[in-house]
């Protein structure tokens, strides 16, 4: 498996997640528990793909600027997942800033699988690219454990 396969395989579950939160309604066990899987697996993929993935690519110049805009975009997610804590369950807004976040990471998500992976695919070996989602991989893993 190489790194561009085992990002998919993630942001086809970060997918999921935002379907089924956006599905949710009011202050429900079902919107608590989808919220919280969400929060989770975005800041582990986030954490594990600025490390694993971003990392190498800032220092080339021909990738250095997708990886930074990646790097904001997950600073952005991260502001829109606070606005989400700090928001009841059952307030009107928070379906709105749900949605919003659906297209935030759905947004961020087609940039680096259309536009990202292919310049980096470009840059990266095949053995760099196997050695990378292999640490991504062991990352995840132990982040999903906890």
Not at 124 to 143: G, I, R
């Amino acid at each position: 498996m190489n790194i561009f396969e085992s990002l998919r395989k993630d942001h086809d579950i970060q997918r999921q997640l935002l379907e089924v939160l956006v599905q949710t309604e009011g202050d429900s066990k079902t919107r608590d528990r989808a919220f919280k899987a969400l929060k989770h697996e975005l800041e582990i993929h986030a954490n594990g793909e600025e490390r694993h993935f971003y990392s190498p690519l800032i220092d080339i110049d021909k990738t250095q600027p997708h990886a930074r805009h990646g790097v904001a975009e997950h600073h952005e997610i991260d502001e829109i997942v606070e606005t989400l804590e700090k928001t009841d369950y059952d307030s009107s807004a928070w379906l709105k800033y749900a949605k919003n976040l659906k297209e935030k990471v759905e947004h961020h998500l087609e940039d680096e699988e259309h536009t990202f992976f292919q310049l980096a695919g470009k840059v990266l070996s095949e053995s760099q690219k196997t050695t990378l989602a292999d640490n991504y991989n062991a990352y995840m893993s132990d982040c999903r454990k906890k």
